[in-house]
C-alpha cells in the first residue's frame, strides 16, 4: 500500500532533550516536506527536499533540522526542544514537487 | 511569508445542508487545491484546480479556481455526517520558488 510512515504518532517529551520523528514513503517520491500544524495558523512548512541531499527552508525552520541521505526517508530533529514546538508534525511527499501531495497520519508532540 | 485567507474559520450545519467555503489571496496562483483532514488523520486531496476559471466536481464536491486567480471555492452539497472534519485550501504561487501555501483550515460540524 503506497504511504507516508510517520513514528512516533504521540511524543512527550522534556525541553532540552533532543528528539527525531522518521519519515517514511514506499512511492519513490522524489519531493519531501515537513508541516507543523497549530490552531488557527493552518499548516506551515518547515523544511522540505527536493531530492537526496537537497534540502531547503521552509516557512519556520528555526530550531529544526532535517536531513535526507536516501530518497525514502526524511526525519526531523529537534536538537533542543522548547515548549513553544508543541505541535501536530506531518510529513508528506510527492513524485514531483509540482504533483499532489500525500500526508502522513501526524505526530502530535508536547514539550514540557 | 505569502498567506492565504481561508473563510469561515468554523461551520455549524445541519446534515443536509449545503456547504461553501473560500480561499482569498492578494498574490496570484497558479495552482489550487483542496485537502480534507479527519480527526487524527492527515490531509487528504480532495480536488486540484490547474486553470483559471477551472470548475471541478468530485461527487457532492464541486470547487473552482478563480477568475483573478486569487481566489477558489469548495461546495459540499446535501451534507452527510462524514463530512466532518477540517478542510484545507492550498496554492501554489507563481512568484519566486513555487511552494505550496495552506489556508488556516476550516473545520465543519455536522448535526445530525
Known amino acids: 500500500e503506497a504511504q507516508v510512515t510517520q513514528n512516533p504518532r504521540y511524543l512527550i517529551t522534556v525541553t532540552g532533550k533532543k528528539l527525531t520523528v522518521t519519515c517514511s514513503q514506499n512511492?519513490?517520491?522524489?519531493?519531501m516536506s515537513w508541516y507543523r500544524q497549530d490552531p488557527g495558523l493552518g499548516l506551515r512548512q518547515i523544511y522540505y527536499?527536493?531530492?537526496?541531499?537537497?534540502?531547503d527552508k521552509g516557512d519556520v525552520p528555526e530550531g529544526y533540522k532535517v536531513s535526507r541521505k536516501e530518497k525514502r526517508n526524511f526525519p526531523l530533529i529537534l536538537e533542543s526542544p522548547s515548549p513553544n514546538q508543541t505541535s501536530l508534525y506531518f510529513c508528506?511527499?510527492?513524485?514531483?514537487?509540482?504533483?499532489?501531495?500525500?500526508f502522513g497520519s501526524g505526530t502530535q508532540l508536547s514539550v514540557l | 511569508g505569502q498567506q492565504l485567507n481561508q473563510s469561515p474559520q468554523s461551520m455549524f450545519i445541519q446534515e443536509g445542508e449545503d456547504v461553501s467555503m473560500n480561499c482569498t489571496s492578494s498574490?496570484?496562483?497558479?495552482?489550487w487545491l483542496w485537502y480534507k483532514q479527519d480527526p487524527g488523520e492527515g490531509p487528504v486531496l480532495l480536488i486540484a484546480l490547474y486553470k483559471a476559471g477551472e470548475l471541478t466536481s468530485n461527487g457532492r464536491l464541486t470547487a473552482q479556481f478563480g477568475i483573478t486567480r486569487k481566489d477558489s471555492f469548495l461546495n459540499i452539497s446535501a451534507s452527510i455526517p462524514s463530512d466532518v472534519g477540517i478542510y484545507f485550501c492550498a496554492g501554489r504561487i507563481i512568484q519566486g520558488a513555487q511552494k505550496l501555501v495552506f489556508g488556516q483550515g476550516t473545520r465543519l460540524t455536522i448535526n445530525p
Open positions: 512511492m519513490n517520491h522524489e519531493y
Open positions: 498574490s496570484i496562483f497558479n495552482t
Open positions: 508528506a511527499s510527492s513524485l514531483r514537487v509540482y504533483e499532489k501531495l500525500f
Open positions: 527536499s527536493m531530492n537526496v541531499e537537497v534540502t
